[in-house]
C-alpha cells in the first residue's frame, strides 16, 4: 500500500518539475519548488512508517521548517519593489 502511494507521488513531483522548468513566472516556479519539497517529506514520511524508523520524521520535520524559511525569504527577495522613491 505504501509503496503505491510513493510511486504516485514520485509521479506527481515529476509532473511539478514540469512547471519548475517551463514556469511561466517566477513564482510559478517557487511554488511548484515548494510544492515538490512538501511532496519528498510525504514520501520521508511513509518511509518511516514503513520501516518503522521514527527518527525520519524528526528528519522531516526540520526539512519542513528549512522549507518554510525558504520559501519566506524567496518570497521577500523576489517580492521587493525595484527601484527608489515613495512607499
Do not use: C, N, W
Not at 9 to 20: D, G, H
Not at 60 to 67: E, P, Q
Request: charged content about 15%.
Amino acid at each position: 500500500m505504501i509503496e503505491s502511494l510513493i510511486v504516485v507521488i514520485v509521479i506527481s513531483i515529476l509532473i511539478t518539475a514540469y512547471r519548475v522548468v517551463k514556469g511561466p513566472t517566477v513564482f510559478d516556479r517557487i511554488v511548484a519548488a515548494d510544492s515538490i519539497g512538501i511532496m519528498f517529506l510525504l514520501i520521508l514520511v511513509l518511509l518511516s512508517l514503513y520501516y518503522e524508523r521514527y527518527i525520519f520524521i524528526d528528519v522531516a520535520l526540520v526539512f519542513g521548517v528549512l522549507l518554510f524559511i525558504d520559501v519566506l525569504v524567496m518570497a521577500k527577495y523576489f517580492g521587493e519593489k525595484k527601484g527608489g522613491g515613495g512607499h
